[in-house]
Structure formats: structure tokens, C-alpha cells
């Protein structure tokens, strides 16, 4: 059975740095797609930064050069470093896990950050 679960969230002021951590349960997370997408009020989730099977990154383009995406595969875990932190980077975050082979992924319930003026 797979179960994502997301860590770390909080409240930060604006230039300040979290990290959120990611474990996938039940994923092999060095075969696996592993990312982290944001929702914020009355928005569409969005793509922060992933991390694909062959370590090629992937980043949205409001967090490149802030944010910095890694994975620890004996820990089955992936890890958001985020600097420099906005106001508009609040959002709930969270982590989606699609396992070699599969289509769909999975989610976790999400963690949320809120970053103050």
C-alpha cells in the first residue's frame, strides 16, 4: 500500500527558508517521477519542481533560483529546500509520487505554508 505523507510546512517571514520533506511509502522513490505542486486560494495547482527517475529536474518558473528540489533514495524520501520566500508563495504544498510504469500518482494531504510581509 502506498502512503505519501508531506512534512515541514509553516509559517515563515518573507526571505525566509523552509524545507519540506516528502516520505513515499510503498514507492521506490529512485525508479519513481517524485514532485511537488502548490495550491493556493481560488488558484489551480501548479508544478513547483520534480524530480524524474533519471534525476533530470524540473522546476516551475515563479521558483527557479529559490527553490531547490532533492531526493534520498534509501529513505524513499524527496526534500523542498525554499529560499528567498514570497507572500505569493503561499499555498498549501503538496507531493505527488507516480511509481515506474503507472500513469497516475499519488498524493499526500498536503502541508501548508504561509508566508508573512
Known amino acids: 500500500q502506498v502512503q505519501v505523507v508531506e512534512s515541514g510546512g509553516g509559517l515563515v517571514q518573507a526571505g525566509g527558508s523552509l524545507r519540506l520533506s516528502c516520505l513515499a511509502s510503498g514507492v521506490v522513490a529512485s525508479t519513481a517521477t517524485m514532485g511537488w505542486y502548490r495550491q493556493a486560494p481560488g488558484k489551480q495547482r501548479e508544478l513547483v519542481a520534480r524530480?524524474?527517475?533519471?534525476?533530470?529536474?524540473n522546476y516551475g518558473g515563479s521558483v527557479k533560483g529559490r527553490f531547490t528540489i532533492s531526493r534520498d533514495n534509501a529513505k524513499n524520501t524527496i526534500y523542498l529546500q525554499m529560499n528567498s520566500l514570497k507572500p505569493e508563495d503561499t499555498a498549501i504544498y503538496y507531493c505527488?509520487?507516480?511509481?515506474?510504469?503507472?500513469?497516475?500518482?499519488?498524493w499526500g494531504q498536503g502541508t501548508q505554508v504561509t508566508v508573512s510581509s
Open positions: 524530480i524524474l527517475s533519471s534525476d533530470i529536474l
Open positions: 505527488n509520487a507516480i511509481p515506474r510504469g503507472m500513469s497516475a500518482g499519488y
